[in-house]
Nanobody
Framework: QVQLVESGGGLVQAGGSLRLSCAVS????????MGWFRQAPGKEREFVGG????????YYADSVKGRFTIARDNAKNTMYLQMNSLAVEDTAVYYC??????????????????WGQGTQVTVSS
């Protein structure tokens, strides 16, 4: 059974940066396409971005495009989310997720089979 553990969340001022990590264990990390999602209080979970399994291609939600960058290190079984120019509206619990999807990235949470426990990101004004 694959396990995902997020880390790197915290409190940051608007305009600042954070880097989240998602460590994957239990199965070959390179077998998975990966995604980041977030959920703010009172709001539905939303797709942030993802990275494909085969070629490391990435796809981002419009709300984070140009500010957030996703990368993966298959040797370390870890995915990263570099968040720059953070805004108050980025405050949420951030989750990483994994899917055995062979090609590309899916934005649909229902397509992901494994999830981390989440890490809180709070951006203050």
């Amino acid at each position: 059974q694959v396990q995902l553990v997020e880390s790197g969340g915290g409190l940051v001022q608007a305009g600042g940066s954070l880097r989240l990590s998602c460590a994957v264990s239990g199965r070959t990390f390179s077998s998975y396409a990966m995604g980041w999602f977030r959920q703010a209080p009172g709001k539905e979970r939303e797709f942030v971005g993802g990275i494909s399994r085969r070629y490391g291609s990435t796809y981002y939600a419009d709300s984070v495009k140009g500010r957030f960058t996703i990368a993966r290190d298959n040797a370390k079984n870890t995915m990263y989310l570099q968040m720059n120019s953070l805004a108050v509206e980025d405050t949420a619990v951030y989750y990483c997720a994994a899917t055995l999807r062979e090609f590309g990235v899916t934005t649909q949470g229902r397509d992901y089979t494994n999830w981390g426990q989440g890490t809180q990101v709070t951006v203050s004004s």
